[in-house]
């Protein structure tokens, strides 16, 4: 079965300064993992996917992520905040060649001061 | 192009109820999946349907069940209400693929409150 394990249930940073969201996983077969974004009282928002091929990905809303088979993580990065950015975070992991369901982390609250 | 729509946006009950929620999905998209979402947790996968039926099932007990109608869209249904159903309810639509990823994507949830 597989898993993701989200560091911190929430994340505060200053506008403008780095954003560093961290997600490690497990998973016995090669995984499909994905940041999601959910705004409040909103649905969950595709930022990026993981799909086996470059291991750096980019996503909407200038940010990215990058796939450590040897760390088993998929930290998600902004080089800036902006108050825009302010939401919660899943990390999300699916098996590759199966029915590609995805199991979410508990997700980590993103608060970005002025 | 209406994305994935779902109704209704929040709902009261009591223990012991039943309860309906619907859902449309985005244009084009032949298979729903449902989720629940607890408060402060991630979504957890309840089932998903395709062809109009069970496609998939993750850990929840029958009383949850579900259908999909010839238009693709879908109902979940929950009896015998007990507190812990208390959550946010999402459904995500996608394209079904032979052995590949079809993104999802998800609708807006309907808020569930079990007094």
């Known amino acids: 079965a597989q898993s993701v394990t989200q560091l911190g249930s929430h994340v505060s940073v200053s506008e403008g300064a780095l954003v560093l969201l961290r997600c490690n996983y497990s998973s016995s077969v090669p995984p499909y993992l994905f940041w999601y974004v959910q705004y409040p009282n909103q649905g969950l928002q595709l930022l990026l996917k993981y799909t086996s091929a470059a291991t750096l990905v980019k996503g909407i809303n200038g940010f990215e992520a990058e796939f450590k088979k040897s760390e088993t993580s998929f930290h998600l990065t902004k080089p800036s905040a902006h108050m825009s950015d302010a939401a919660e975070y899943f990390c999300?992991?699916?098996?590759?060649?199966?029915?590609?369901?995805?199991?979410f982390g508990r997700g980590t609250s993103l608060i970005v001061h002025p | 192009d209406a994305g994935v729509t779902q109704s209704p946006t929040h709902l009261i009950k009591t223990r012991g109820q039943q309860v309906t929620l619907r859902c449309s999905p985005k244009s084009g998209h032949d298979t729903v999946s449902w989720y629940q979402q607890a408060l402060g947790q991630g979504p957890q996968f309840i089932f998903q349907?395709?062809?109009?039926?069970?496609?998939q099932r993750g850990n929840f007990p029958d009383r949850f069940s579900g259908h999909q109608f010839p238009n693709y869209s879908s109902e979940l249904n929950v009896n015998a209400l007990l507190l812990g159903d208390s959550a946010l309810y999402l459904c995500?639509?996608?394209?079904?693929?032979?052995?590949?990823?079809?993104?999802?994507?998800f609708g807006p949830g309907t808020r569930l409150t079990v007094l």
């Open positions: 999300a992991v699916a098996i590759s060649g199966g029915s590609y369901i995805p199991t």
């Open positions: 349907y395709y062809e109009e039926e069970e496609r």
């Open positions: 995500a639509s996608s394209l079904v693929g032979q052995g590949s990823y079809n993104e999802q994507f």
